[in-house]
């Protein structure tokens, strides 16, 4: 069994520390080796070429939705794995090892921290639904929009504005950098209600 911390005595059971288990378990193992497997096996082709003439694999995305890698922190009752964070950051790991393609890498990571995790915890129940299966089987992919070309690291200063109108909201403003962007089906967009209210608007 692997030791995640160095320096346990002899007399300790692998993985374990002060009496606690850090080892992996059994169906822990499995996924870890079976998304280095999937990676290795399936996602390793044409990355020179992509990489040289800007193509976006959306090929492999889908097959990483196909396995389940979109949807490893997602709830299982919207399409996801429902994984804890330390397995599904284990699995990203992995995946990181054995894929090659360090584009999609980033764009998954993008996706999974950035669009799915804020609407798994700030979404509608309604969002939810319409946009998680989706999100986790590869047919959507999500980004999120917050720098502007005036508001980088100084995120409270965006200027884009959300006007509500009946249901919904008018966006105003101009975003860069969006990773996705070119690709993206869903962004979660940072913008404003009352510029006066600085933080809170
Ligand atoms: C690979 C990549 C992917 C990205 N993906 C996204 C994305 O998906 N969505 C998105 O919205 N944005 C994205 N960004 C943009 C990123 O969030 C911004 O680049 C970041 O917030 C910094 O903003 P900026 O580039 O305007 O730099 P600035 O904020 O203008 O900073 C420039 C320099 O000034 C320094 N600095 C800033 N403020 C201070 C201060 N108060 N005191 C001292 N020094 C300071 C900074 O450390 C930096 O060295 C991405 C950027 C990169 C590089």
């Given at each position: 069994m692997p ?12 993985g ?7 080892a992996w378990s059994?169906?822990q193992r499995?996924?870890l ?169």
């Amino acid at each position: 069994m692997p030791k995640l911390f160095g320096g346990t005595s002899g007399s300790q059971a692998d993985g374990e520390l002060n009496g606690m288990d850090f080892a992996w378990s059994d169906q822990q193992r499995e996924l870890l080796d079976a998304v280095g497997r999937f990676a290795s096996q399936q996602l390793n082709y044409d990355v020179i070429e992509n990489d040289r003439d800007g193509i976006f694999n959306r090929d492999a995305w889908k097959k990483c939705g196909s396995f389940g890698i979109q949807g490893l922190p997602v709830p299982t009752e919207y399409g996801g794995l429902g994984m804890d964070p330390l397995t599904t950051v284990a699995a990203l790991e992995r995946l990181g090892y054995a894929c090659k393609d360090n584009g999609l890498l980033f764009s998954i990571n993008a996706h999974l921290w950035t669009a799915v995790t804020p609407l798994i915890y700030n979404g509608s129940e309604a969002q939810k639904k319409k946009y998680l299966p989706g999100l986790c089987n590869g047919t959507l992919i999500g980004g999120n929009a917050m720098s502007e070309p005036n508001s980088g690291s100084d995120a409270f200063s965006l200027a884009t504005t959300a006007i509500k109108k009946g249901s919904k909201y008018i966006l105003n403003g101009s975003k860069i950098f969006v990773t996705n962007g070119p690709v993206a089906d869903l962004l979660v967009v940072f913008a404003t209600v009352d510029k006066a209210r600085g933080p809170d608007g």
